[in-house]
């Protein structure tokens, strides 16, 4: 093609009607140009890559810019001013990262100090070329502050039990944040809940701030069910998500371009990392981690490759600021169990053996107990009927007043009345054990499931032989369930019976001789 210009506006011409259908000929015609010139700047714009809609929206001075051959002294300028251009480009890369920054406010900024620089079209084109891969797809640019991809490592360390030698293996998590690569790495016992959420707590506030969004794996600790569109986020790790104000990705199952930075980063800790550690020897997981954190500050330290900036410059200079500020009190672990409201107006929990009170509206329904190592909360229907302290004493009531019925009665059966009078029908022993079984609580009701337990044995041993295990455990100041139970399977009551045969008073007799005699 001729250096000589045919102008934005033929070259607009071309486009439309080429857009429109026309033959090349038709269009050589209509233009009053020779086919030649026509074909040329078709394959051009073909090899533009850009679509005839978006090249007719263009300014004049971009489509000039686009596809018309400069001239010698032209092609010097533009030397020097692509060489300017490529000159900033890793400015540009770092400054994408920050938030609300683009392409086209950088642009700008470049146009303000370089006036004959390129345009915008150009200037995207050009940067595109600079940052491709050698496979030939756009990596993705990540905003400060953004994201942080977490997985763990599929090979293992190990500890050695000082008692027994035995080598036990460890789990590695790794950790890193989008735009600066910054790493976290920490061994664990297990991927199990308790460590998993640790070890993201952890690395939370080792970042000292929180990202907008956590993209883990699809491992069970993180996801309960993986899914393409809807993922299953574990009921644990999002409580703990709503707690440090983020959210939960789950990256794609079998779509490793969604974690390619962690995976990148677990590669890069088998070199940095594993291989340091290799012939070195580890009693306790505190003194492992201990060694990670040392090999770990120099790993993060360590200039990129063909980049003078390293993962602690980039993140001390665009991302740590970018991070959402941590909360005042670190994420306490929860467990979760259902449970029905007893007739005692109380949820047994089985892990502390203790119940906590619920109000008697809820009796026989299914509650939903969350347990922090703290606190204890019950939910019927998602909304929060209920807050105790956490107890850690077995067999425990954890009570508060206004959850009992006004009349201290379940219904017309349960009273203390009800169990005092059935076990009057027993003994007096029973009476007397039943009447302390229920003055040991605060409140009667707690000890009516004790008292109903008791009496409930009576159908199975008889009368004596309860009534005897109350007199028993009386003598000895044991009041409860178990001590009556305990006394009754190993036949301690029966001892009682024998004791009495052999109780009988010796009457004064002649040839009776006294103590006096032997004196």
Not at 62 to 90: G, T, W
Not at 151 to 175: C, N, Q, S, W
């Amino acid at each position: 093609m001729a250096n000589k210009s045919i102008g934005s506006i033929m070259i607009r011409e071309i486009i439309r009607l080429k857009d429109n259908g026309l033959s090349n000929n038709q269009i050589s015609k209509s233009l009053g140009k020779s086919r030649t010139t026509i074909i040329k700047y078709l394959c051009l714009i073909e090899k533009s890559g850009i679509c005839f809609k978006e090249l007719l929206e263009l300014e004049g001075e971009e489509l000039s810019e686009l596809f018309e051959v400069p001239n010698e002294l032209d092609l010097l300028n533009r030397d020097q001013i692509h060489k300017d251009l490529y000159s900033i480009f890793p400015y540009i890369e770092k400054e994408l990262k920050r938030v609300g920054v683009t392409r086209q406010i950088l642009w700008t900024e470049y146009k303000t100090k370089h006036p004959q620089g390129v345009m915008y079209s150009q200037f995207c084109e050009h940067y595109n070329k600079w940052n491709r891969k050698s496979e030939g797809y756009m990596p993705t640019t990540h905003k400060a502050g953004e994201k942080l991809f977490i997985d763990y490592a599929g090979k293992k360390l190990h500890i050695i039990d000082k008692d027994t030698g035995e080598i036990k293996p460890v789990e590695v998590f790794v950790a890193t944040l989008g735009a600066s690569q910054y790493t976290y790495v920490e061994a664990s016992f297990s991927q199990q809940i308790p460590d998993f959420i640790g070890s993201v707590q952890n690395c939370l506030h080792y970042l000292g701030g929180v990202p907008a969004c956590i993209i883990p794996d699809n491992l069970k600790s993180a996801v309960t069910k993986s899914h393409r569109y809807e993922p299953h986020v574990n009921e644990q790790f999002a409580c703990f998500a709503s707690h440090y104000d983020t959210s939960i990705m789950p990256a794609r199952a079998l779509k490793p371009k969604d974690k390619s930075l962690v995976e990148g980063a677990v590669n890069i800790t088998y070199t940095r990392i594993y291989a340091a550690l290799r012939d070195k020897e580890f009693y306790s997981i505190a003194e492992l981690n201990v060694a990670i954190k040392k090999l770990l500050l120099t790993y993060n330290q360590t200039p990129f490759q063909k980049k003078h900036s390293s993962r602690t410059s980039l993140f001390l200079e665009i991302e740590k600021d970018a991070l959402k500020s941590l909360p005042m009190e670190k994420y306490e672990l929860r467990d979760y169990k259902i449970a029905t409201v007893q007739k005692n107006c109380h949820a047994y929990y089985s892990a502390d053996k203790n119940y906590y009170s619920v109000p008697n509206a809820y009796i026989g329904k299914k509650v939903k107990l969350v347990l922090t190592q703290s606190v204890v909360e019950i939910y019927h229907n998602q909304a929060r009927i209920a807050l105790h302290p956490r107890s850690r004493k077995a067999y425990d009531y954890v009570t508060i007043k206004e959850h009992m019925p006004v009349n201290h009665t379940y219904n017309s059966d349960w009273s203390s009345e009800f169990f005092i009078s059935w076990a009057q029908k027993i003994g007096n022993h029973t009476k007397e054990y039943i009447e302390k079984i229920l003055d040991k609580k605060q409140y009667p009701e707690q000890s009516y499931k004790s008292c109903m337990g008791i009496l409930s044995m009576e159908s199975k041993i008889g009368k004596q032989r309860l009534d005897n295990a109350c007199k028993r455990a009386l003598s000895y100041d044991a009041i409860s369930y178990n001590s009556i139970k305990n006394i009754l399977e190993r036949g301690l009551d029966k001892e009682e019976e024998q004791a009495d045969l052999f109780n009988v008073s010796i009457s004064n007799h002649d040839n009776i001789r006294g103590s006096k005699y032997y004196a």
